[in-house]
Every structure is written in structure tokens, then in C-alpha cells.
């Protein structure tokens, strides 16, 4: 399935770039329903909705593979 935004990708690991993100949408909602286009603020909601969902409440990092921890290369 197609993602809007794929939080598995390493751009996203930053809380910083995640915030802007969504600080972003949140500014560009309200600048459309200041300028009184409700149907634009609406969509723009709806996205500012999905990226604080995706990127901040269900955000969930994968952990780096670490191919040292492998049985056979223990030391004895």
C-alpha cells in the first residue's frame, strides 16, 4: 500500500525535521481560513491531522541493524 508520508524513512528519525513538519501544515492551515478559504483550511486540516498522526503520535523508529550481534561471531 502507498503511504502519504513513509515514517520508516531515515529523513524522518529527526524530532526537529518531524516538528517542522507539522508546524508547517498547521501554519499554511491557518493562513488559508485567515484569508477565508474554508475548503482549502479543510484539506490543509485534514493533512496537518495525518502528519502529527504519522510522524508524532504513531512514530515509532526502526531500529538499526546490527550485524555484530550474530551467534557465530561471538568471541570464545
Not at 524530532?15 to 508547517?24: D, G, M, P, Q, Y
Not at 502528519?51 to 504513531?58: N, Q, V
Request: net charge neutral; hydrophobic share 50%; charged share 20%.
Amino acid at each position: 500500500m502507498l503511504k502519504f508520508i513513509d515514517p520508516d524513512h531515515p529523513f524522518y528519525r529527526p524530532l526537529w525535521i518531524r516538528l517542522l513538519i507539522v508546524a508547517f501544515c498547521a501554519a499554511w492551515t491557518a493562513v488559508e481560513f485567515s484569508s477565508g478559504q474554508t475548503v482549502w483550511g479543510m484539506i490543509f486540516l485534514a493533512v496537518t491531522a495525518y502528519a502529527g498522526c504519522a510522524l508524532l503520535i504513531f512514530y515509532k523508529p526502526k531500529q538499526p541493524a546490527d550485524d555484530k550481534t550474530d551467534a557465530g561471531d561471538a568471541p570464545k
